[in-house]
């Protein structure tokens, strides 16, 4: 990390009094010092809280800096709420670079002479521009002649130089909080920094993007809830993707959505059940579901289709955590809290040493106050973020698999009421979870497992008679193995209790023969002596 850009990020985060972050009762003499002596870096928006100050600094920062204040906007059990919401309203749109430069990124990626060879109507000025990447729109002129409307996503020049160099730093930052702030093991800054850095790496390879489209794409082919553009594979590469250009109404503009009849109760109980399905039916979850990668096709508003674009984060949920995640809702759906404490527990999220009891009642305490009011207004994401800030008290070990979940639900359930406030997340989510977990448990379920067990054993199945004799025929060997190994063992302990035998024989002669010599009897030392010697020369000898 160079010296320049250290001193422009202390400047940048100083110039916006972003050290009033710190209480003044953490800070030592010397710091206090140090930061009044710097009369050029003073606070230049006093006017401003310190919520707005954080998003405009990282906002001049750059686009890494802006892409980590979107993540920490998620971690609301970090924060308080008022820097939360701030961070929250770091948009997508930043300063795009040159298109002409973008043009000769996407002819060296593509192996082009001339942009013209396989696109043409290629727009250089964006049509979009976020943090990691820009999109600009063309036409693919296709094997079989037709032509067909796309985007194009290309990755920042030296970008990755730039997100390495900055990572390095916030990783330096990261340690000296935790070391240095009273509270920056809360905090927890090196694991945030460390979930960042996988994050921000992988938007970096478009090709991993392009093979979580791919396969959001079939989970929901043909379906009514969700439609994935297309990707070129073909044309795809690690800082190009080339896909589907699609036509919709951006899920935040409700004006438009309302305007043309779009069914909004439908859509966003449709939001939900597409959240569901893909965590518990797919175990793979579209995990940055924020509006800007969200649309609605413009194609029959009375039953209304999401369109989701931006497939460089998903998340994954092995079988037990999905089973675990799901009863824990019902239970919560039914207010079972001894239930959910257990879950947690059998689950390993926390040690299993935890009393059920005292962690059934911090759950209580909680939750019971939530339920108090209507469903309808109830925040599911609220309430699946404090049970995980009640268990961590408890030594809950962090799970990456659940962040990405609740920032989801949290997009989720947020979307689901902007388009609908009347929506009910309880009353939608609960039959699905429970039919879910009866054909998880049920017979329906032993039934599906042996189905999905049965080419391995159809395989296995010749190969028995084999093992079996193999088996049978090794038993008897193991078995006298087994007995020799025993019978040597048991010598071993009987002769290592004769020389402790004689060990404990020749220490109490030799003591005895010193008390003896101390004393001024030679003549009864001596024979003692010679035993001590006589037990411990036995001693090392068998």
């Known amino acids: 990390m160079s010296l320049s850009r250290f001193y422009q990020i202390q400047k940048t985060l100083l110039q916006y009094g972003l050290d009033e972050l710190v209480p003044a009762q953490w800070q030592p003499w010397w710091a206090k010092a140090a930061r009044h002596s710097m009369f050029w870096l003073q606070n230049q928006h006093p006017d401003k809280t310190v919520g707005v100050r954080l998003r405009l600094a990282l906002q001049s920062l750059g686009p890494v800096w802006v892409k980590f204040g979107q993540m920490l906007s ?4 970090l924060f308080p709420p008022e820097l939360a919401d701030e961070l929250a309203k770091l948009q997508d749109k930043v300063e795009p670079f040159d298109g002409t430069q973008a043009q000769k990124l996407i002819e060296k990626a593509l192996g082009l002479t001339d942009i013209s060879d396989l696109f043409c109507d290629f727009a250089v000025i964006p049509l979009a521009s976020a943090s990691i990447a820009q999109v600009h729109t063309a036409r693919l002129k296709q094997p079989d002649g037709t032509i067909a409307d796309v985007v194009i996503k290309v990755i920042r020049p030296d970008i990755e130089r730039q997100i390495q160099a900055d990572l390095e730093l916030m990783a330096d930052l990261a340690i000296m909080a935790a070391k240095f702030l009273p509270d920056g093991k809360r905090l927890r800054p090196r694991e945030v920094v460390a979930e960042y850095r996988k994050t921000i790496l992988d938007e970096l390879d478009l090709q991993r993007e392009a093979a979580n489209a791919i396969q959001l794409r079939r989970n929901f082919e043909n379906s009514e809830s969700l439609y994935i553009p297309f990707v070129y594979s073909d044309h795809s590469r690690s800082n190009v993707m080339v896909m589907e250009r699609i036509y919709g109404i951006p899920v935040s503009d409700n004006a438009a959505l309302e305007a043309q009849g779009t069914n909004m109760e439908l859509l966003a109980q449709r939001g939900v059940e597409v959240f569901f399905t893909q965590v518990f039916r797919d175990s793979f979850f579209h995990a940055d579901m924020h509006p800007g990668n969200i649309f609605v096709s413009y194609n029959t508003p009375h039953n209304p289709q999401f369109i989701g674009i931006d497939c460089g984060i998903v998340g994954t949920l092995n079988r037990e955590d999905k ?41 209580r305490t909680v939750c019971e106050p939530i339920f108090q009011k209507p469903l309808a207004e109830i925040s599911f994401g609220q309430v699946l973020m404090n049970l995980f800030n009640t268990a961590r008290r408890f030594n809950m070990q962090v799970q990456p698999q659940l962040v990405l979940l609740q920032k989801t639900l949290l997009y989720i359930e ?3 009421r902007q388009l609908y406030p009347q929506l009910d997340l309880w009353k939608t989510a609960k039959p699905f979870l429970e039919d879910w977990v009866k054909q998880q448990m049920g017979p329906w379920a032993m039934l599906m497992q042996i189905k999905e067990n049965l080419p391995f054993w159809a395989e296995k199945l010749p190969e028995m008679p084999t093992l079996l004799h193999s088996y049978l025929q090794q038993q008897p060997k193991q078995q006298q193995q087994l007995l020799q190994q025993l019978q040597v063992l048991q010598q071993r302990q009987v002769q290592q209790g004769a020389d402790l035998k004689l060990a404990v024989l020749a220490g109490a002669a030799l003591l005895s023969a010193t008390v003896l010599l101390a004393t001024g009897w030679p003549l009864l030392a001596a024979p003692l002596a010679v035993c001590a010697l006589f037990f411990a020369a036995k001693a090392v000898l068998s």
């Open 74 to 77: 998620t971690r609301r059990d």
């Open 323 to 363: 089973r675990y995640l799901a009863e824990n809702f019902v239970a919560f759906f039914n207010r079972d809290y001894r239930k959910v404490a257990q879950l947690h527990v059998d689950s390993g999220w926390v040690p299993f040493d935890t009393s059920i009891e005292e962690f059934e009642s911090a759950i």
């Open 414 to 416: 947020g979307l689901g």
